[in-house]
């Protein structure tokens, strides 16, 4: 309604003054899309400004469908990418290098355009591509036949020239490679890609220029073997229980790391992993030199997948509660209990029991979350942001808990930030803003001895029960 009558208003205009308005505004609207300049600076601010979104936490509500080098067709419901300014543009951006995150978008659309890239640099994009694809997400290409094209074109149709060096209208509008449908495939395989279908082409261009249409998806390929059994087993990642290969790489480097820590400690001990879930870190405490190792899980499907995947002569999994451990009193040199504390309601209960099978002096080695990173702004007695957890500690707390039943050797921690964010004076201005401020991606999966001047998102406590404290 708005651009109805501005058109109107500027008709009625350009009547009395005889000015050309229309003329001039169409001209400088062209001028806006059209600008080097322009289109230099929002390919540089745009993507930046996709990647502050996923800084400050905002996530898109719907999975990402993405049309690259969208030119002047827009496309509902996608993200419609173009390396300059069209009416058609949501996005700014050179395609070869997209501003998204690894697994966030499940579809790319693209039509007439890698034709346009150079020769070599096909493959790099193809991965970038890949790279932000989740898995069994799908890619759509689309290109001239050039095979045929030439054909056409040796036959005397000198329109096919457009099809092989591209219609030259603006910058970038050239043809620097051609493809057969052969040579399209072997890249995509090459790449990653599988499942690969030959489709009838469905652009525009197909009317003029003989096209082709390749669909295909992100290969799981890279699951590992142990994650195939876990689809056996029905055991998917739900964001708590990790799996080798089937989960993210951050998580998985940050339990990976604590295990491996774990392992120094255990040398020659009979070692208990209580919750071990599927069980790759009792294995490390195992490889570690645990003279023993036995793992413990409430779940049935875990403790089978473990029993399948990593038993060993001297390594066993076994279902069972931390609130009830059916073992004798005493009986463990070293206990590791990793991300479990805050999924028990009974806190109290569980530490007991724990500390119950361990030996007079033997060691405790805990994990948790520290909730002023995971649950910022809430206090012990709120529920925690994370749905499986029943009670969250801050740093302070969880080591307060822990000295009143045993003595603490050392404190680790992963994922630190910077403990001016959590000053008195800016905690409050900063705990409504706090969940999008903190990236748990930053800082590093090792642990670190924790330093006064550091929140860690992971604490890790390093125990030696108390001999007298705890005989029976």
């Known amino acids: 309604m708005i651009k109805e009558l501005a058109k109107k208003t500027i008709n009625i205009l350009d009547n009395h003054l005889k000015a050309d308005l229309h003329g001039k505004a169409v001209k400088l609207e062209g001028a806006y899309y059209d600008s080097g300049f322009l289109n230099r600076l929002r390919r540089n601010i745009n993507p930046a400004l996709v990647k502050w979104r996923y800084k400050l936490g905002i996530r898109d509500k719907n999975p990402l469908r993405l049309q690259l080098g969208c030119g002047s067709r827009h496309f509902e419901g996608y993200i ?18 997209l501003p998204y995150r690894d697994n966030s978008v499940e579809l790319i659309e693209t039509y007439h355009v890698i034709e346009h890239l150079p020769r070599h640099d096909l493959p790099k994009t193809l991965k970038e591509w890949y790279r932000i694809l989740v898995e069994g997400g799908k890619l759509i290409i689309e290109c001239p036949d050039f095979d045929e094209i030439v054909k056409r074109y040796l036959e005397g149709d000198e329109r096919q020239l457009d099809g092989i060096f591209g219609l030259q209208r603006f910058e970038g509008d050239y043809h620097l490679f051609g493809y057969n449908t052969a040579r399209l495939t072997r890249v995509l ?9 030959k489709k009838d082409a469905q652009d525009g261009h197909a009317k003029e ?8 998806i992100k290969d799981e390929k890279d699951i590992s073997s142990s994650s195939r059994i876990a689809n056996n087993y029905n055991l998917r990642f739900t964001g708590e229980r990790v799996i080798e290969g089937d989960t993210p790489q951050r998580i998985w480097l940050d339990h990976v790391a604590r295990y491996q820590c774990a392992s120094r400690y255990v040398k020659g001990k009979a070692v208990l992993d209580i919750a071990c ?24 499907k875990a ?43 009974d806190q109290e209960r ?21 909730r002023r990173l995971t649950s910022p702004g809430k206090s012990l007695r709120e529920p925690p942001d994370n749905l499986y957890h ?12 822990l000295r009143d039943n045993v003595e603490i050797l050392e404190v680790y921690g992963q994922r630190p ?12 201005v900063l705990r409504l803003l706090l969940p999008g401020l903190y990236n748990p991606e930053a800082g590093g999966a090792k642990l670190e001895r924790v330093s006064l001047l550091k929140e860690y998102r992971y604490i890790t406590a390093v125990c030696r029960k108390l001999g007298a404290k705890w005989d029976h």
Do not use: Q
């Open 80 to 97: 419609n990418i173009d390396w300059r300014k069209t009416r058609a543009t949501d996005l700014v951006c050179d395609i070869r290098k």
């Open 189 to 197: 395989k090459e790449c990653g890609f599988t499942n690969l279908e």
């Open 209 to 216: 220029w003989s096209c082709i249409r390749v669909e295909c």
């Open 277 to 300: 879930g599927t069980g790759y870190g009792s294995k490390i405490l195992y490889e570690g030199g645990g003279s023993t190792v036995l793992g413990i899980d409430i779940s049935n």
């Open 303 to 345: 403790i089978d997948f473990a029993l399948s995947t990593y038993k060993d002569e001297r390594l066993d999994f076994t279902a069972g509660d931390i609130l009830n451990i059916r073992f004798p009193d005493n009986y463990f040199d070293a206990i590791v209990c990793f991300e479990t504390i805050e999924h028990v309601k």
């Open 350 to 370: 569980a530490l007991s029991e724990l500390l119950r099978v361990l030996k007079p002096d033997g060691l405790l080695i805990i994990s948790s979350p520290n």
């Open 390 to 401: 029943m009670i969250e500690y801050s740093t302070k707390e969880f080591i307060s808990a």
């Open 417 to 428: 930030k910077n403990k001016l964010f959590f000053s008195p004076i800016l905690e409050k």
